[in-house]
């Protein structure tokens, strides 16, 4: 079951630095899971700075404090789009992971594409467990894995549930933002009042 408050956000270019605080902020085990090796900060920023916003699909469950909890990236070729997935320690067994990628689905659909694949370690569990929750063909070759997703066509219904959260995200943003301007403005703790 969902998070009640995994309202799934479009990242934009705007939010390379909250991206690149979720990524250096995930532990050496935690970054080789996602990535696939150890990594460093440097690697990390590399990966940032290549990132196309308008033609990926990048989507983010955010905090209150508007910090990342998960983020996908949806790197699309032509028809076919490999998926990266990370969810922080603490926000783990919420849904999260599960929201973000049904999001992403949606989002590639919508957009022609006819695959969706996640290239990760055998070890990912919790990958390899939302793939098969997810109906992915898993085929294993050593210590990697790759699980694959044929996609449905496009629908009426797809474009409508893409546009409804895509509504439903920047009204809790907007009501974020400006919740935290208002606590800036009178000295309260941003932490101190929730939003979903």
Not at 21 to 27: E, P
Request: charge should be positive; include cysteine; aromatic fraction near 6%.
């Amino acid at each position: 079951m969902n998070h009640p408050s995994a309202t799934t956000l479009r990242l934009r270019d705007p939010d390379r630095a909250a991206l690149q605080r979720h990524f250096t902020g995930l532990n050496g085990e935690d970054r080789r899971l996602r990535f696939g090796a150890h990594i460093s900060d440097e690697v990390i920023e590399g990966y940032l700075g290549r990132l196309d916003f308008e033609r990926d699909g990048i989507f983010a469950v955010q905090d209150e404090a508007l910090e990342v909890l998960a983020v996908v990236h949806v790197a699309v070729t032509g028809a076919t789009a490999e998926l990266g997935l990370s969810v922080v320690p603490r926000a783990r067994a919420r849904g999260l992971g599960n929201a973000i990628f049904r999001r992403a689905v949606t989002f590639l659909r919508n957009r022609g594409v006819r695959e969706v694949f996640v290239h990760c370690l055998s070890e990912n569990g919790a990958m390899m467990h939302l793939a098969r929750k997810n109906g992915m063909r898993i085929v294993y070759a050593g210590g990697e894995s790759d699980a694959r997703l044929a996609l449905e066509p496009a629908t009426a219904d797809s474009f409508v549930n893409e546009w409804l959260d895509d509504q439903k995200a920047g009204s809790v943003q907007a009501m974020r933002l400006n919740l935290r301007l208002a606590q800036s403005l009178v000295g309260i703790s941003p932490l101190s009042a929730k939003v979903p």
